[in-house]
Structure formats: C-alpha cells, structure tokens
C-alpha cells in the first residue's frame, strides 16, 4: 500500500488472514523498503477456512508510529499454517508457519497473492526541518552515532519529557 506525501501517523494494522483450520499464533509486521518499521508481539491468529472468505480481519495495535510517504508493506509471521483471501482474484493463498519470528527481515511471496490489509493512520502533513537558516521539506533525516537515518517516529518535548505526535 500506499502512504500519502507527508506520511502519516500509524495507530492500528489490520490483516485479512486465518489459521489454516486452527489458530495458530501470529506478529503482525509492517515493512518500509527492506527495513522493518513496526512488528507487533505474538498475538493468537484465529481458525480459519480454506475457502474464499473463511478467513477474518486480525488487529494488532501500532504505539503512534510515524510512517514516511512510499510504498509499505504488510504481512505476518505465524508458527503454523494460515490462509488468506487474495485480492483482487478472490482466491485463496496458503502459508507454512515456521517455528520462531527469528529476524524478519523481508518477504515471503510463498502461496503467491496479495492479502486484505489496510492500516489506521492520522496524516502526518509535510516535516520541515531547519537546514542554513531555511525551512525545508523533503526527507527529514536525524543524526544517530554518526550515521544519516530516517526517523521512526515523530516526538516532541512536553513538561520535560518526550512523547509521542500521536
């Protein structure tokens, strides 16, 4: 999917899937170009079927994560088998489960098809940032040991104490 320019403010990641005749547990994960931008803790995946429609939308929180404008991606781990309606065939696609998340670190195009997904997000607006005395917008970027790096999140300095822009 998609995010808007300005990117915006991800509070809830909703997946079309089920457990492939039994639940199974599951982490929701939302990917950025190969970089993980959120996983979710394990959570139960509930019994699905295998037919078109059998399966149900499984919800995972997000803690107010700022997403940069660009293409995401969403997809899940699960410890057993699962199966979701593909979009936009109406078909069904058929996933194994391996025993641990271990690192995820990118896709896994097993079953072939594209998943319902969609994500509950506040758009973020355009970032600017202060660079040789003028306001720029563009991909805002922080300093952190040394390196460039996109920000994960957007907070701000209240009573002496940083929170979350939610």
Same mark, same amino acid.
């Given at each position: 999917?998609?995010?808007?320019?300005?990117?915006?403010?991800?509070?809830?990641?909703?997946?079309?899937?089920?457990?492939?005749?039994?639940?199974?547990?599951?982490?929701?994960?939302?990917?950025?170009?190969?970089?993980?931008?959120?996983?979710?803790?394990?959570?139960?995946?509930?019994?699905g079927?295998?037919s078109?429609?059998g399966?149900?939308?499984?919800?995972?929180?997000?803690?107010?994560?700022?997403?940069?404008?660009?293409?995401?991606?969403?997809?899940?781990?699960?410890?057993?088998?699962?199966?979701?309606?593909?979009?936009?065939?109406?078909?069904?696609?058929?996933?194994?489960?391996?025993?641990?998340?271990?690192?995820?670190?990118?896709s896994?195009s097993?079953?072939?098809?594209?998943?319902?997904?969609?994500?509950?997000?506040?758009?973020? +607006?355009?970032?600017?940032v &202060? =660079? /040789? $005395? *003028? @306001? !720029? #917008? +563009?991909?805002?970027?922080? &300093? =952190? /040991? $040394? *390196? @460039? !790096? #996109?920000?994960?999140?957007?907070?701000? =300095?209240?009573?002496?104490?940083?929170?979350?822009?939610?």
């Amino acid at each position: 999917m998609n995010l808007p320019a300005g990117g915006g403010i991800v509070t809830d990641c909703y997946v079309y899937v089920g457990g492939d005749l039994a639940s199974v547990t599951g982490q929701l994960v939302i990917w950025g170009g190969s970089a993980i931008l959120w996983q979710s803790g394990n959570f139960t995946i509930p019994a699905g079927s295998r037919s078109v429609a059998g399966q149900g939308w499984v919800h995972q929180s997000v803690p107010s994560v700022y997403m940069g404008a660009g293409t995401l991606h969403i997809g899940w781990w699960s410890s057993g088998n699962v199966v979701w309606t593909m979009y936009p065939t109406g078909t069904t696609g058929y996933l194994r489960g391996q025993a641990t998340p271990g690192a995820i670190s990118g896709s896994n195009s097993e079953g072939g098809g594209n998943p319902g997904v969609y994500l509950v997000y506040t758009p973020g +607006g355009i970032m600017r940032v &202060r =660079r /040789s $005395g *003028v @306001w !720029t #917008t +563009g991909q805002v970027q922080v &300093r =952190r /040991s $040394g *390196v @460039w !790096t #996109t920000p994960t999140g957007v907070f701000i =300095r209240r009573s002496g104490a940083w929170v979350p822009v939610s």
